[in-house]
């Protein structure tokens, strides 16, 4: 019997999947009850009260090592399964906590019934309701908490959820208040907090129920809301080994800062977002910004990408059919569409917008654009959508605010937009066309070339732009700013025939 239990001590649970493992202590197990109660010649079975007084003694104990035995096995079989558990290695096959998880609670009122008031109840209901149409992630209710939990009470809630994310909401002392934070189950800190008026607010600032906690979900959950902001943050110092879907998602979705180099910046994306997709085919959201990538690889004329608009088409419709109810998969068929020129069905798709997720900052932020940037101009419609976008999104990307400078280009208000397109740190090639168009000739080129500087692949672009660029989804819809735009650069490339000199 030694024998045989010591073959099961040296399986390993690292080597094996857990099926293979409890089909090989079970074999184990047969073999140690046949070699203990199966004489090499047995005729027949004998009752333990027929035997002898000496083999009744030797029968018994040997009834009570195998009991022994066999609870020895059985924690045995726990403690290798907790160790299959914990296998060191990729955390994207197998992680402890799930990145897409996030628990929400609220608190109690009294500490000795921990009954949860109506108010509590129902901000909590709503702002779960509102994040359910978030669909990259799982919403868990978690069980009320005191007022004055502390955060390992935050951290013990996440390991039995196995969740990186908790989100507390509640009233103030005075309703007057609501009051949101998040917790992180990695450092074990609150890394997000939002207090908003509430209905009960006597000011003229009060919000009602349901714009809070649309605010909330937003914030929180939205495309590019806190939660992409941490997990970006974590991918940047946690080895790529380690990464989940959401850290390659995160990654990839930075392109829309348009910081460094469009071709550069494509490239990497893209890799991003193919991991993605490799590690989980049926990621819609994946799927969904490979074709955004695409897209703009197209309507910026990015050489190395030659059927790009074929690809990003078929990327959405592959996104759709993964998630029909998905935003961001609805809003990458917006996209093509744009892309593609055909606004009818643009006009339809933001029709339907609202049915699948009318507060992802995203989603608003791309119907800005269209009503901005389509045939069927409506700048108060564009304004509206851009503008409760950036209020739904602590750090709304850099791109939303596109739609804002050309809503003011369009009004003739050019002061107004240089301010906007001056938001990125590096500029953008509008800063010199704001600035030509003011008067600012020596400036306008200055900042060109400083602009294009960083960027080789649109400094080779140059020669391709003219004036009948129709097919630039970014092209402002203002005659005059064309005008300007193409006098700037005839005077641009002039200026480098003559050896870069004014």
């Given at each position: 019997?030694?024998?045989?239990?010591?073959?099961?001590?040296?399986?390993?649970?690292?080597?094996?999947?857990?099926?293979?493992?409890?089909?090989?202590?079970?074999?184990?197990?047969?073999?140690?009850?046949?070699?203990?109660?199966?004489?090499?010649?047995?005729?027949?079975?004998?009752?333990?009260?027929?035997?002898?007084?000496?083999?009744?003694?030797?029968?018994?104990?040997?009834?009570?090592?195998?009991?022994?035995?066999?609870?020895?096995?059985?924690?045995?079989?726990?403690?290798?399964?907790?160790?299959?558990?914990?296998?060191?290695?990729?955390?994207?096959?197998?992680?402890?906590?799930?990145?897409?998880?996030?628990?929400?609670?609220?608190?109690?009122?009294?500490?000795?019934?921990?009954?949860?008031?109506?108010?509590?109840?129902?901000?909590?209901?709503?702002?779960?309701?509102?994040?359910?149409?978030?669909?990259?992630?799982?919403?868990?209710?978690?069980?009320?908490?005191?007022?004055?939990?502390?955060?390992?009470?935050?951290?013990?809630?996440?390991?039995?959820?196995?969740?990186?994310?908790?989100?507390?909401?509640?009233?103030?002392?005075?309703?007057?208040?609501?009051?949101?934070?998040?917790?992180?189950?990695?450092?074990?800190?609150?890394?997000?907090?939002?207090?908003?008026?509430?209905?009960?607010?006597?000011?003229?600032e009060k919000l009602s129920l349901e714009e809070c906690t649309s605010i909330i979900s937003a914030n929180l959950a939205g495309y590019d809301g806190v939660i992409h902001q941490w997990t970006y943050r974590d991918a940047e110092v946690l080895p790529v080994k380690h990464w989940q879907v959401e850290h390659f998602v995160a990654?990839?979705?930075?392109?829309?800062?348009?910081?460094?180099?469009?071709?550069?910046?494509?490239?990497?994306?893209?890799?991003?977002?193919?991991?993605?997709?490799?590690?989980?085919?049926?990621?819609?959201?994946?799927?969904?910004?490979?074709?955004?990538?695409?897209?703009?690889?197209?309507?910026?004329?990015?050489?190395?990408?030659?059927?790009?608009?074929?690809?990003?088409?078929?990327?959405?419709?592959?996104?759709?059919?993964?998630?029909?109810?998905?935003?961001?998969?609805?809003?990458?068929?917006?996209?093509?569409?744009?892309?593609?020129?055909?606004?009818?069905?643009?006009?339809?798709?933001?029709?339907?917008?609202?049915?699948?997720?009318?507060?992802?900052?995203?989603?608003?932020?791309?119907?800005?654009?269209?009503?901005?940037?389509?045939?069927?101009?409506?700048?108060?419609?564009?304004?509206?959508?851009?503008?409760?976008?950036?209020?739904?999104?602590?750090?709304?990307?850099?791109?939303?605010?596109?739609?804002?400078?050309?809503?003011?280009?369009?009004?003739?208000?050019?002061?107004?937009?240089?301010?906007?397109?001056?938001?990125?740190?590096?500029?953008?090639?509008?800063?010199?066309?704001?600035?030509?168009?003011?008067?600012?000739?020596?400036?306008?080129?200055?900042?060109?070339?400083?602009?294009?500087?960083?960027?080789?692949?649109?400094?080779?672009?140059?020669?391709?732009?003219?004036?009948?660029?129709?097919?630039?989804?970014?092209?402002?819809?203002?005659?005059?700013?064309?005008?300007?735009?193409?006098?700037?650069?005839?005077?641009?490339?002039?200026?480098?025939?003559?050896?870069?000199?004014?």
């Amino acid at each position: 019997m030694k024998y045989q239990l010591a073959g099961i001590q040296h399986l390993d649970a690292s080597q094996d999947s857990v099926d293979e493992l409890a089909s090989r202590i079970v074999q184990s197990l047969t073999n140690l009850q046949v070699g203990r109660h199966e004489p090499a010649s047995a005729p027949e079975a004998h009752s333990s009260r027929h035997l002898p007084k000496e083999e009744k003694v030797e029968h018994n104990r040997s009834k009570i090592l195998s009991l022994l035995a066999g609870l020895a096995l059985v924690g045995m079989i726990w403690w290798m399964m907790g160790r299959s558990a914990h296998v060191p290695g990729n955390a994207s096959s197998s992680p402890e906590v799930a990145l897409n998880k996030v628990v929400v609670v609220t608190q109690y009122e009294d500490e000795e019934r921990r009954a949860v008031s109506d108010q509590n109840r129902e901000l909590r209901e709503s702002v779960m309701s509102k994040l359910g149409k978030f669909r990259d992630i799982s919403v868990i209710l978690g069980d009320a908490l005191s007022p004055d939990a502390s955060t390992d009470s935050f951290a013990a809630l996440t390991k039995e959820k196995q969740a990186a994310f908790v989100l507390h909401v509640s009233h103030g002392s005075a309703s007057e208040k609501i009051r949101a934070k998040a917790f992180e189950s990695k450092q074990k800190t609150f890394f997000w907090s939002l207090e908003l008026p509430s209905e009960d607010q006597p000011d003229t600032e009060k919000l009602s129920l349901e714009e809070c906690t649309s605010i909330i979900s937003a914030n929180l959950a939205g495309y590019d809301g806190v939660i992409h902001q941490w997990t970006y943050r974590d991918a940047e110092v946690l080895p790529v080994k380690h990464w989940q879907v959401e850290h390659f998602v995160a990654m990839a979705k930075q392109i829309w800062e348009f910081k460094g180099d469009m071709a550069t910046a494509t490239e990497t994306a893209l890799s991003h977002i193919q991991k993605a997709i490799e590690l989980q085919p049926g990621h819609s959201t994946a799927h969904a910004i490979k074709s955004q990538i695409y897209g703009n690889a197209h309507t910026v004329k990015l050489a190395t990408y030659t059927n790009a608009l074929e690809v990003a088409k078929a990327a959405s419709i592959k996104a759709v059919e993964l998630d029909d109810r998905n935003g961001i998969a609805h809003l990458a068929r917006l996209w093509v569409s744009m892309h593609e020129r055909d606004f009818f069905l643009s006009e339809q798709l933001v029709n339907r917008a609202d049915d699948i997720n009318a507060n992802e900052p995203f989603l608003l932020a791309t119907i800005g654009f269209y009503h901005v940037f389509s045939d069927n101009v409506d700048l108060e419609a564009g304004r509206t959508a851009v503008e409760k976008a950036i209020r739904y999104n602590k750090h709304p990307q850099n791109w939303y605010f596109k739609v804002l400078e050309e809503y003011h280009a369009q009004k003739k208000e050019y002061k107004k937009a240089l301010e906007l397109a001056m938001r990125k740190p590096e500029g953008s090639f509008m800063v010199s066309v704001y600035y030509w168009i003011l008067d600012e000739k020596a400036l306008a080129l200055k900042k060109l070339k400083e602009y294009l500087s960083t960027r080789p692949t649109e400094a080779n672009m140059l020669e391709t732009i003219t004036a009948q660029d129709e097919d630039n989804l970014y092209l402002s819809k203002n005659p005059l700013l064309i005008e300007a735009r193409q006098a700037l650069l005839s005077a641009y490339q002039a200026q480098e025939k003559d050896g870069g000199q004014p």
